[in-house]
């Protein structure tokens, strides 16, 4: 008899390792909270392209989606909008994140650029099941405000990229294109390897930062007169 509960138990122990996590402990398999931003570009004004570099915060919120206001009719899980009702499991959602940024001239010691996006989740985003990977990353929905758009990807618990691509008005110069690949990671862990994306023939030479220098001089000049 305890031969045979033994057996039972064990097979018991199996059968429950092999079903899917429950949904009461769904966990989080991105952190919350805050995060660091740094990486390279590119402003772009008429013939001139200055290599900038960008550093900043993300501020990532999570909700349980049983918690939600009563009015988040739906939210997004696996790249569709569904009923927020029809999720009656336990699990988190993506609620908000915003981004504070700044953008210097390399070579010149100019802020050139500062943005703020409030929030960018519109929807309630679910979190995916599994912790993101390089192979299979979590890519949130491109979010465009003021002429620019962000697109997160993460590739893991605390690490991953945002991609910035868009116009914006710079200081005395007016409107520019920028072009931008960070890495963000969670703030206290360890800082990753930077993009590279964006470096490659971007490079400035001095004949283009000092066009850049005098477009911004002439701005400047034009505003005290």
Known sequence: MIKMRKKFFMFFILIMSCLPVSAANYPQTIKSGLWEIYGSGFAE???????????GDMNLRFQN????????????????????????DKI?????????????????????????LP???????????????DNYPFILPSVTFDEITYTVT???????????????????????EVNADCTV????????GTEDETKSGCNVFSWNIFAFALIIWGGLKFVRN
Request: charged content about 25%.
């Open 45 to 55: 004004k008429e013939f001139v392209r200055v290599s900038l570099e960008l550093e």
């Open 65 to 88: 989606v049983q918690e939600l206001d009563e009015d988040v009719a739906t939210v997004i899980q696996d790249g569709e909008e569904v009923s927020r009702t029809s999720i009656t």
């Open 154 to 176: 993460f590739t893991s618990e605390s690490s991953g990229k945002l991609r910035i691509k868009g116009y914006t008005d710079v200081d005395t110069v007016g409107k520019c």
């Open 185 to 192: 990671w969670k703030s206290g862990t360890k800082t990753p």
């Open 119 to 133: 929030n960018g989740i519109k929807i309630p985003i679910i979190l995916s099941k599994t912790i993101p990977t």
């Open 92 to 116: 988190f959602a993506i609620t908000s994140y915003d981004v504070n940024l700044e953008l210097e001239a390399t070579g010149l010691g100019i802020k050139v650029w500062s943005e703020n």
